[in-house]
Structures are given as structure tokens and as C-alpha cells.
């Protein structure tokens, strides 16, 4: 009986052991590794103060195996260049402002690291010398404080408005890094609450990167009576994995005061998107909704480098991007139905120039762009949010969205610079809505005089209904569809000229914006779904921006 | 399932929890297949005899609605494709009986009109293929009508392969949102070279020994050698509003019970409102989330005989007809990869400059129009993932071999047996570890460090692990009873994958107002191991 008793106590233990032993001592768990099996060459930066940009990443110059011997064991990996990029997010609540002045109430996600570039219109995504150069300044992000736009730090009640909070962990010692991840649990709970953003953190990074996103679920203050889980569903990946689909049922979610790590290789470039994919029409109509786009190999081949060379002799012999329907050394390929991107039918002998960037990797230099405006269309409905911030149970099949919204904002918002500030329950001020989408064309500041080419990544969340987009006076270009390429097996571009373009929710295109010959001045994006072009009782705003050509 | 846990903030909890009750119930009743069930005509020329009568459909709430639908005219014998057993047709369906037909050969479609009295005439229309003729019925605005009590046969040619709908013709908004709408699948009139007489998968599930067989209605989806498919599922989206129901059904009995007086005579047809449209459920093949996932043919569905839930190995290559039904589009989102979109209402799209090439989008959303079909082909391998989807390791006893074929995958083109528990498996990976710790006995090294399983809530479609199938769940963390406990609808001999496949417009993944339901599937990513019986 006893050795029974012990036997049993002792699988018991066994059993613990096995299952705590990935497990860290807290539930905060922020990760971000230098190197990993597939980058075992840390990427450094010599000036921190900086972060760097993709321009740090190693050059594609196609497919090369390499040999690694990871936990003991010969393999081989195949590298195509990129490197570790890592963010972290927090999963909570938060407030915004509608165009016409309402305060909404909202469940989002916040940044917790890349927090000065977030709440400056800028990818969050960092490398993992940026990311591990952990958060210090003598005040923690996200509330607005002497440095932050105007806008951010309007006036508010008891005269603590844009107060900051005192960082307890900053080290004098250090360097300022107002990028860096936050890690220290409760930092993470002090900065997390209440922060939450939307568009939700802007992630940006390259094909054949590794991405580790860390998800920390601080719990909603305003909706005590929740338990509620979060997750990320990175949608629209090709080949996804079912662990890291965010999709609750299919996989796991993170609960309240715990972190998880999502990890990816990422996928082929394209306009992609993420958002929460628990109880989605709630956590999406509540805005856990944000971008994510992924950069072509083609940005970093060496300048000078033929395009059409670079597919075809790179980028189609790597088998995982691979289009051919030809032979190669193993025997007769039977074309992949679902690959990325066909070399392209015509060489057009376009050649890479430094500081050139494309939307995919096209071999023909046809996606060419200056400018990265990511867009979101999104639509709040206030009597969801207001219930959704009292106890009361929501309806769904009455959901009505009277906010349209481009990058969390309706018009004339859209085109206010900076961040917007929204008051919160404590009375501190904390930046929310951090992405105008006034874009700025120079017709004469493209490469040799052309136009400047605004790429306009436009994404759709809504959750109720379908919305059109139109151009006044610019045409749109249609490059992408649901990240991929618009160019058949056989390589001709399917490219569409248009003045429109309609989604539903979940869906995302690409479109180009060529300034050349365009007379300067002030030209619309708007929605001729003419009841979205209004704030709830407003008969004006709603889905609309500007586009300045100079 | 933690979706359930939400919806005691949405709802009332005494309101919530019967019908939560009954669709946990539901849940457990097993998993279940199926291709694409459907029914061809009698005789060589293939002749359906259809008749339209009332009936009640049901819905995960409990809501029992009164509908009218097509179904298979008492004593006609319709042959069932592509299975038999358990197969049924019943007077009223929804959606209608999917009528299987082959390209170029004419068939006929009788539809004999036992709708009740006050619904007046009905028909059918059949959009994209060719009329040949009518006979028998009464004139009507868009074509040839059955009067009640009456018929009307119509004679149809395709003249290409592919998805269409059909649909009354008749007072069109409110008899095709009452249930009178179905499904039309033209096979191709010859199979490409290219395309095998029987699916990869089959061919592998008989080489290991276990009873395949072949669930297609055809090798391809068109006569073309870039439409081969293994495997195929047909989904119908469509949108039902209770109150029209209500007041269709009212006034029919209203109509029947009337005893007119000279001062106030009886209404003869029916006046309802359809302007305000305004619905509640969000059908995919007649059922709401979870009912769609139990099996078609299931006894408690009389009349909705068809399911939505699909499943597939790595690497089949899956056909996916995708038909609009009812008022609104549907940005169906399709988890896990693309789909290559083959055609349109029938119509392949090939490139512009290379008939042997595709010209068809590739879409992680295909919309769904009212009135259009679109077929598709979807798959997952795995491919770049970046580490090993089994979580093989080197150092462990039997760990297989994985020898890429040209495309990169392990196949019987590269030497793989056709029973290898790692078939199709994406080579590149092989070996990779993903996780940083070490774990049961797949090696450490990887890039990823896991969370605390203690602080995460787990999905009844949730194996436990980052893997594929019972071997790897085994080699990781073993089968553990992880909670929810005894997950059925993925159970431990599975170890599946799982992807949702659902309506994007997210407020159409409910059930009047109840979260999670409506326009939802899970869609599994099964093992080489796990045999997929489409019967179920």
C-alpha cells in the first residue's frame, strides 16, 4: 500500500514535472531569441538609440542549404536570408474617440514592446537586438506625456491628465530605450491595462523571417465579471499550422495574467492581417482587429540584380516557393496549384536599385512602390460597444455598425496628424488611435522624376457587412488579391485599373496609387456606400481620406 | 469549449443553457465525412421526378421552422451518389435533393406542386444550363409553372462541367428564402489523362490495407488535367429570416380556417412581408453550427439530409463547390491556405495566352453571391511551416524516412509505401524541431519556447500538441485527457488538425443571437493514419 501510495505520488509528481518543466516561474513569459537552428548569426545593432530597419537584414541571393547541428543532431536547413523579429502585445481594454466626439469603449490590443514607433504611425516589429534591449525611461509608454503629439495630451479632469506613471524599473545606469519589450510583470500589468489601440499594433516584417509574437493577457479592468482569453489568428497564412492559428477551439488561448508566444517562418509576402478569434463577432466588433504585412525577397537583392534573374534562377528553385511545372534533378514537378508567384511571362529587364520596394516578388519590378499606407476599413457599432461595456448580454443579429472607420478613425480624423488620445476611467490620457491615413504624394519624387506610388494595403474587418472603397481622381491600380499576386500560372499579370474596390470582412487587396501626371492637390478616398460616409448622427465623415499630391 | 463560456455574458444564462445543453449533446454524438451527397435521375437519360411540399427544419436553438423545400417524388427511385447506405430523400428538403448529372447528356426534371393551395404556382429554374424544352404546367413570368396539384417537366442539357444553383422560379423572395433552392453538379464527359481513375488518397488508403473508396463523383472537375482532384464538399450559404417563416406559416392556416362571410371574404394568397429582411440563422447546407458536422444523412435531421464538414489528408488536392443561395454575399473564410479558384458558375478560367494554365484567383476568402457557384481547389501540406509538423527525431526508434520527391513532399514517387504514416509529409522540415525544451521524447533545440499549459485554454477540437497525428501526440505529451476531456470531435486515435471554415461577416457565425453557430465549420487535417470514411 504504501509503495502503491508512493508509486502514485510519485507519477503524480513525474507528471507535474514533465508539464511545468517549459513552463517559466511566472506567467509573464516574454521570448526572444538572438538565434535559433534556422539564424544561428545574431544580428547586433551598434546604435541602439535607433532601431534598426530592414535595410539591416542579410541580402537574397537565393536558396542556401546549410548544415546545423541543433540539440545534438546533424540537419539541415535551408536559408533564404531574413532574421529573428520579435513584438509583444497586450490583450485587454481600452477607450477611443469617435469622429464626432463619443467615447467608445472597446476590448484591443495594445503595444507592450516597439511602443514609440507604434504610437508614431510605425511597424512595431523589431529585431532581436532592438527587442531585447529592454524598455527604460524614467516613464512608462502609452500615456501621454510631455513628448507626445498635442493631440494627444488634451486637457481632462482632476488635473492629472497627462500624468505619466513612473517606470519602479528604471535603471539610470542604461541607456534610454523607449522600444525596447517591457518584461517585468508588473510593468507589464501597469502599462497593459487600458492600452488597448486600434488598428491593434501594426506588425511589418520580411519573408523568410521568424516572428515570435508575445501575447499577454492583462484582463479587461473595465469588464471585471469576464474571464475572457485571447488570441491571435494570423489570417490568411498559407500552409498555417493549426497551434498558432489563434483559432480557440482548434488549439489553446491565453488566460488572464498569463503570456504566450506565437511562432512563425514567415510566409510568402503579401498584405495579410491578424485579429483576436475568440467569440469573434464580440472581440471583433470590440476591435481586436490589426495589420500585418509581410515584404518580398526582392527588396534585398543586391542592387543591380535583374528582377526576372532573381525569380527565375532564385526564387523558383526554392522549392517552397517554387512555381515551375518543369523538371529539376528529382524528376517531373506537377505544378503546385497554390504557389506564391509565377516568374513572370515577359523579362522586362527591370533591375533592382537600392531602396526599391515591391509588394511581391514579381520579377518584372511591376509593384513597385514609394510609400507603405496600410488601411484599415473597420465599423463600430455604438450600441454593441455600450452594452459591450456594461454587464448586459449583447445581440448580434441586431448589430448595426454606425462608425466607419479607416485605421480606427472616421473623416475628418483620418487625416489628423499624430496620435489620438482618448481619457480613460483614471483620468490619464493614453494614445489609442495612433494611424492617420492622410496620405502624401510627391508627383515629381519617385525614382528619375516619376511620380511618388503609395501601395495601399487595404484590409476589411468589419463584421457586419461588405464595403466599397472608391478613388476620386487617381485610379487605382489592383495588384494584390488576399496576399497573392494577381498573375496567372502561365505568368501574365491580371492586374485591374479601377476607381473601386469592395470587401468583405476578412479580405485583403493590394492597390497602387501612381502620382505621375497627377496635378497637385487634394484628391478623396471614400466610400460610395453613401450611408457609411457619416458619424452615427452626423451626416458627414465616415469612411473617407485625403490624398495630398504635391 | 470555450466559446461556450462566453455566451454566459451574451445571453441570459436560463435562456443559454437548453440549447446549449442540446448542441454539447449534439457535439458528441462522433465525427462524421461526407463528400458530396446528391442523387441522379433514373434511366439512362437521367429523369428526376422532384416534388415541393411543407415541412419543418430545425435549428441548434431548438427553433423547429416551418419551411418548404423539394424533395423526391413519392415512388420515384433516385439512384444515391456518391454512397448509398443510409441515404434517403424525403418529400421536403432543405437544401433540395443535389441532382448529379453528366455534361452534354440531356435529363428532365418533373416537379409535381404539393405546396399548400394559398402558395399558388411554383418552378424551377435552373441558371446556366440550357432549357431543351418544357411540358405540361402553366405559363409563368420567368418560365413554365406548376399550378397546385399540378406539374411540369422541364428538360436541361449542361454543355459544360461544374457547380450551378437551382431555384423556384415563382415569387422567387419569398419562396427561395422558405427553402426552395438546391444544388445542380455536372460531371465532367471525359476524365483527363492526367487525372487518376481513382483518388491518390484512395489509392493510399487501399495500399494500407483499409477498405477505400473512391467518395468523388468524378476524377476532375473539369475536362481539363489541372482540375484532378481527391477528394470534394459542397457548401450552400444561405440566410433565413424566422419572422417571414412565421408569417408565411400563419397565414396558411389562416387561409385553410377562414369561412368567408359576403361582408368579409377570405384571402386566397398569401401577402407577406419580405421587404424588411432581417435574419437570424445562417445556414451552410440547411444547418447551423454544430449541426452541420454530424453526418449527413443523420436520422435527426429528416429534412436536412446534407452536412458541411470536411476533412482530408496532407496533400489532397480537395474540390470545393461553393454556391450562394438566398440575399446576401458571404465572405467565406477558409482557415489553413488558399483556394485556387477553378471557375465560375461553370465556367473554367484558363489563362489568356496558355489554355493548359489556370487564369482562376487564388483567395484565403471566396465570397459567396446569391445565384453563383464557384469550384475550387484547396489543400494543406504543411509546406514551410519550418519545423516537423510529426515531430520526428532522429534519435528515436522507427523514426521514418522522409525522401523529397521533386515537388519536396514524401510520396510514392520518391519511394514512400503507400501506408507511410508520414505520406506527403514536406521533407524540408523533416527532423526540425520546434520547441526549445525537450518533451516526451521529441528532442529540444528548436526556436520556440511554449507557454505554461497550466495558464491556457484548450479547444475540444484541440489535439494538445503542435503535431499531426496519434504517433507524434504520443511521441510529445502523449494522449493526455488534457481538459475538455475525451475532446470527441477529435479524439486520440485522430489527432487531426483543425482549421475553421466559416462566414467572415462574424456576426453569421450565431444562431439567433446565440455565439457560436450559424455559418461555422471545423474543418480536420487528418493523419495518413486515420482513415477518413465519408459513410459516416
Known amino acids: 500500500m504504501l509503495s502503491s501510495q508512493l508509486l502514485c505520488r510519485g507519477f503524480a509528481a513525474l507528471i507535474l514535472v514533465l508539464f511545468t518543466l517549459p513552463a517559466g516561474a511566472q506567467s509573464f513569459m516574454v521570448q526572444c531569441p538572438s538565434t535559433t537552428p534556422l539564424h544561428p548569426a545574431a544580428i547586433s545593432n551598434s546604435n541602439l538609440a535607433v532601431p534598426l530597419t530592414e535595410a539591416a537584414e542579410p541580402a537574397y541571393q537565393g536558396p542556401m542549404v546549410t548544415n546545423a547541428t541543433v540539440g545534438g543532431v546533424a540537419l539541415t536547413y535551408t536559408l533564404n536570408g531574413g532574421a529573428v523579429k520579435c513584438q509583444e502585445i497586450s490583450g485587454g481594454d481600452g477607450y477611443m474617440t469617435e469622429a464626432d466626439g463619443n467615447q467608445t469603449f472597446m476590448f484591443a490590443f495594445g503595444p507592450l514592446s516597439g511602443t514609440d514607433l507604434i504610437q508614431h504611425g510605425q511597424p512595431g516589429t523589431l529585431f532581436a537586438a532592438d527587442f531585447n534591449n529592454y524598455y527604460n525611461s524614467p516613464t512608462l509608454p502609452s500615456v501621454c506625456g510631455p513628448a507626445a503629439p498635442a493631440s494627444c495630451a488634451s486637457a481632462g479632469a482632476a488635473g492629472i491628465t497627462g500624468t505619466n506613471i513612473t517606470d519602479p524599473t528604471y535603471n539610470p545606469a542604461r541607456a534610454t530605450s523607449v522600444n525596447g519589450a517591457i518584461t517585468d510583470p508588473a510593468t507589464i500589468m501597469t502599462v497593459g491595462v487600458m492600452n488597448g489601440n486600434i488598428p491593434a499594433p501594426l506588425f511589418a516584417f520580411d519573408e523568410d523571417d521568424e516572428f515570435f509574437l508575445t501575447l499577454s493577457n492583462v484582463g479587461m479592468i473595465m469588464r471585471p465579471d469576464l474571464f475572457e482569453t485571447h488570441t491571435v489568428h494570423f489570417h490568411g497564412y498559407p500552409n498555417a499550422s493549426s497551434f498558432y492559428d489563434g483559432v480557440p477551439d482548434a488549439s489553446w488561448a491565453i488566460n488572464i495574467s498569463a503570456s504566450a508566444t506565437y511562432y512563425y517562418l514567415a510566409p510568402d509576402a503579401g498584405t495579410y492581417f491578424w485579429h483576436c478569434h475568440i467569440t469573434p463577432p464580440e472581440h471583433l466588433q470590440m476591435g481586436m482587429v490589426g495589420q500585418l504585412y509581410v515584404r518580398p525577397r526582392q527588396n534585398r537583392v543586391p542592387a543591380g540584380t535583374s528582377l526576372y534573374t532573381a525569380s527565375t534562377t532564385w526564387y523558383q528553385q526554392d522549392l517552397r516557393t517554387a512555381c515551375l511545372d518543369s523538371g529539376n534533378s528529382n524528376g517531373t514537378i506537377t505544378p503546385d496549384i497554390l504557389c506564391s508567384t509565377p516568374q513572370p511571362a515577359i523579362n522586362t529587364g527591370f533591375t533592382h536599385a537600392a531602396g526599391y520596394k515591391y509588394a511581391y516578388d514579381d520579377g518584372d519590378g511591376s509593384t513597385r512602390y514609394d510609400i507603405d499606407v496600410p488601411v484599415q476599413i473597420h465599423g463600430f457599432d455604438p450600441n454593441f460597444h455600450f452594452v459591450g461595456m456594461t454587464f448586459n448580454p449583447e445581440g448580434f443579429a441586431d448589430m448595426k455598425d454606425k462608425y466607419f472607420l479607416l485605421n480606427g478613425r472616421s473623416y475628418p480624423d483620418t487625416v489628423t496628424p499624430g496620435a489620438i488620445g482618448t481619457e480613460d476611467s483614471d483620468g490619464r490620457t493614453r494614445f489609442s488611435q495612433p494611424l492617420p491615413t492622410l496620405i502624401t504624394l510627391d508627383s515629381h519624387g519617385g525614382p528619375g522624376g516619376t511620380g511618388q506610388r503609395a501601395l495601399l494595403r487595404i484590409a476589411d474587418l468589419d463584421v457586419t457587412e461588405y464595403q466599397t472603397l472608391a478613388s476620386l481622381g487617381i485610379p487605382m491600380k489592383l495588384v494584390g488579391f488576399n496576399a497573392k499576386l494577381l498573375r496567372d500560372q502561365a505568368g501574365n499579370n491580371l492586374y485591374v485599373t479601377t476607381n473601386s474596390i469592395t470587401l468583405g470582412g476578412g479580405e485583403s487587396l493590394d492597390v497602387i496609387l501612381d502620382s505621375t501626371g497627377i496635378a497637385p492637390g487634394t484628391y478623396f478616398l471614400y466610400t460610395p456606400n453613401l450611408d457609411h460616409l457619416s458619424n452615427d448622427a452626423e451626416n458627414f465623415g465616415g469612411l473617407m481620406t485625403e490624398v495630398v499630391v504635391k | ?536
Not at chain 2, 417524388?73 to 453528366?102: D, E, H, I, N
Not at chain 2, 454543355?159 to 419569398?174: E, F, M, R, V
Not at chain 2, 473564410?333 to 479558384?341: L, S
Request: hydrophobic share 35%; proline share 10%.
Open chain 2, 1 to 536: 469549449m470555450n466559446h461556450m463560456n462566453e455566451n454566459t455574458k451574451s445571453v441570459p444564462a436560463g435562456l443559454v443553457c437548453a440549447p446549449m445543453v442540446a448542441a454539447l449533446a449534439l457535439l458528441f454524438t462522433g465525427t462524421a465525412q461526407a463528400a458530396v451527397p446528391g442523387i441522379t435521375g433514373t434511366g439512362t437519360a437521367g429523369t428526376f421526378n422532384l416534388v415541393a411540399t411543407q415541412g419543418h427544419i430545425t435549428q441548434p436553438d431548438g427553433a423547429s421552422i416551418y419551411s418548404w423545400g423539394y424533395g423526391c417524388a413519392a415512388g420515384s427511385s433516385p439512384s444515391f451518389v456518391p454512397y448509398s447506405t443510409g441515404a434517403f430523400c424525403p418529400a421536403m428538403q432543405v437544401p433540395a435533393p443535389t441532382l448529379v448529372v453528366t455534361e452534354n447528356v440531356p435529363f428532365t426534371v418533373t416537379l409535381t406542386n404539393k405546396l399548400p393551395a394559398a402558395v399558388g404556382n411554383t418552378s424551377l429554374l435552373f441558371p446556366g444550363l440550357t432549357l431543351v424544352s418544357v411540358s405540361g404546367g402553366v405559363p409563368g413570368l420567368l418560365t413554365q409553372e406548376a399550378a397546385p396539384g399540378g406539374a411540369v417537366t422541364y428538360t436541361l442539357l449542361a454543355t459544360t462541367p461544374g457547380t450551378h444553383d437551382y431555384l423556384s422560379g415563382t415569387q422567387t423572395d419569398l419562396q427561395v428564402e422558405m427553402g426552395l433552392y438546391g444544388a445542380v453538379v455536372v460531371r465532367p464527359a471525359t476524365r483527363p489523362a492526367a487525372c487518376s481513375a481513382i483518388g491518390n488518397d484512395v489509392a493510399q488508403r487501399l495500399g494500407a490495407g483499409n477498405p477505400g473508396v473512391d467518395y468523388r463523383l468524378a476524377p476532375s472537375a473539369y475536362d481539363h488535367a489541372a482540375t484532378c482532384y481527391d477528394r470534394e464538399y459542397l457548401t450552400q450559404w444561405m440566410e433565413l429570416d424566422p419572422a417571414i417563416h412565421r408569417a408565411a406559416e400563419a397565414q396558411i392556416q389562416a387561409i385553410a380556417s377562414c369561412s368567408a362571410t359576403p361582408a368579409s371574404p377570405c384571402p386566397t394568397v398569401l401577402d407577406v412581408n419580405t421587404g424588411s429582411y432581417h435574419p437570424a440563422y445562417f445556414l451552410i447546407n440547411g444547418r447551423s453550427m454544430p449541426d452541420n458536422m454530424d453526418a449527413s444523412y443523420a436520422p435527426n435531421y429528416p429534412n436536412q439530409p446534407y452536412n458541411a464538414n470536411p476533412h482530408m489528408h496532407p496533400g489532397d488536392q480537395v474540390l470545393v463547390r461553393i454556391v450562394g443561395q438566398g440575399h446576401w454575399q458571404h465572405p467565406f473564410h477558409e482557415h489553413g491556405n488558399h483556394v485556387r479558384i477553378l471557375a465560375r458558375d461553370g465556367n473554367l478560367i484558363l489563362s489568356q495566352t496558355d489554355a493548359a494554365k489556370l487564369g482562376g484567383r487564388m483567395e484565403f476568402n471566396t465570397d459567396t453571391t446569391p445565384g453563383q457557384a464557384e469550384d475550387g481547389i484547396f489543400y494543406w501540406s504543411g509546406k514551410g511551416l519550418g519545423w516537423d509538423i510529426y515531430g520526428h527525431t532522429p534519435g528515436n526508434a522507427g523514426n521514418p524516412a522522409c525522401i523529397p520527391d521533386a515537388n519536396g513532399y514524401y510520396t510514392t514517387a520518391s519511394g514512400a509505401s503507400a501506408s507511410s504514416p508520414n505520406y506527403y509529409e514536406w521533407c524540408a522540415d523533416h527532423n526540425h524541431p520546434l520547441e526549445t525544451n525537450p518533451v516526451g521524447s521529441v528532442a529540444s533545440g528548436g526556436p520556440a519556447t511554449l507557454f505554461d499549459p497550466l495558464v491556457a485554454t484548450n479547444g475540444l477540437w484541440y489535439n494538445g500538441t503542435p503535431y499531426l497525428g496519434p504517433q507524434a501526440v504520443t511521441r510529445s505529451r502523449g494522449p493526455t485527457p488534457l481538459p475538455p476531456a475525451g475532446a470527441l470531435q477529435n479524439p486520440p486515435a485522430e489527432s487531426g488538425i483543425a482549421f475553421m471554415w466559416h462566414s467572415h461577416n462574424e456576426r453569421e457565425i450565431t444562431t439567433n443571437d446565440v455565439f457560436p453557430g450559424g455559418m461555422l465549420m471545423m474543418m480536420l487535417v487528418d493523419p495518413p493514419v486515420w482513415y477518413i470514411d465519408e459513410t459516416l
